[in-house]
Nanobody, 124 residues
Framework: QVQLAESGGGLVQAGGSLRLSCAASGLTFSTYGMGWFRQAPGKEHEFVAT????????RYTDSVKGRFTISRDNAKNTVYLQMGSLKPEDTAVYYC?????????????????WGQGTQVTVSS
């Protein structure tokens, strides 16, 4: 049974930082690309960042470039999202997801497995 468990969310002031973690189990982690998506209240899921299987390729949505960093540790079956210079508009539930396709994707439909999400709230 595949499980993705996010952690690290919380309440932070604008300009602050958070690091999200996503621990994977039940799959061969190193063969999956990983992604982070988010959903703000009343809005659709939005792509945030993706990383390929061995971690040497990453891609971000424009609104987080230079502020967020995705990384992974295949020995720990964990993917991370380091978030800095947080803004109130970053407030959302953040989800990690796993894709076995091309090794990375910005498209939600490419991902087979999803975590339950972790809430990030940025106050102004």
């Amino acid at each position: 049974q595949v499980q993705l468990a996010e952690s690290g969310g919380g309440l932070v002031q604008a300009g602050g930082s958070l690091r999200l973690s996503c621990a994977a189990s039940g799959l061969t982690f190193s063969t999956y690309g990983m992604g982070w998506f988010r959903q703000a209240p009343g809005k659709e899921h939005e792509f945030v960042a993706t990383i390929n299987r061995n971690g040497d390729y990453t891609r971000y949505t424009d609104s987080v470039k230079g502020r967020f960093t995705i990384s992974r540790d295949n020995a720990k079956n964990t993917v991370y999202l380091q978030m800095g210079s947080l803004k109130p508009e970053d407030t959302a539930v953040y989800y990690c997801a796993a894709t076995s396709g091309s090794g990375w994707s910005t498209q939600r439909r490419a991902y087979s497995y999803w975590g339950q999400g972790t809430q990030v709230t940025v106050s102004s």
